[in-house]
């Protein structure tokens, strides 16, 4: 079973940018569904962006601002995320399934106002 790490968040001020990374044990190539995931205190878990059969989807608040990508040859996803507002503020999570679904541990973004 992959295992997945999570690396990049921190401390932004608003209208700044990160580019989170999520490094995969094992090759991520034949995966068909991957994305990012974030979750703030008292709220629910949410997509914020994926990759499903071929097409990237993404959550209404980030469209035009975050972009989701993989190097198959890294094993590893990318969320570059720009135009960051303090509502970005969250957990970020890395998700895959092949099979079963794997969650990363998370990586914390925090966008000051």
């Known amino acids: 079973q992959v295992q997945l790490v999570e690396s990049g968040g921190g401390l932004v001020q608003a209208g700044g940018s990160l580019r989170l990374s999520c490094a995969a044990s094992?090759?991520?190539?034949?995966?068909?569904?991957m994305g990012w995931y974030r979750q703030a205190p008292g709220k629910q878990r949410e997509l914020v962006a994926a990759l499903s059969g071929g097409t990237i989807i993404y959550g209404d608040s980030v469209k035009g601002r975050f972009t989701f990508s993989r190097d198959n040859a890294k094993n590893t996803l990318y969320l570059q995320m720009n135009s960051l507002k303090p509502d970005d503020t969250a957990v970020y999570y890395c998700y895959v399934k092949s099979g079963v679904g794997v969650w990363g541990q998370g990586t914390q973004v925090t966008v000051s106002s």
């Open positions: 094992g090759s991520i190539f034949s995966i068909n569904f």
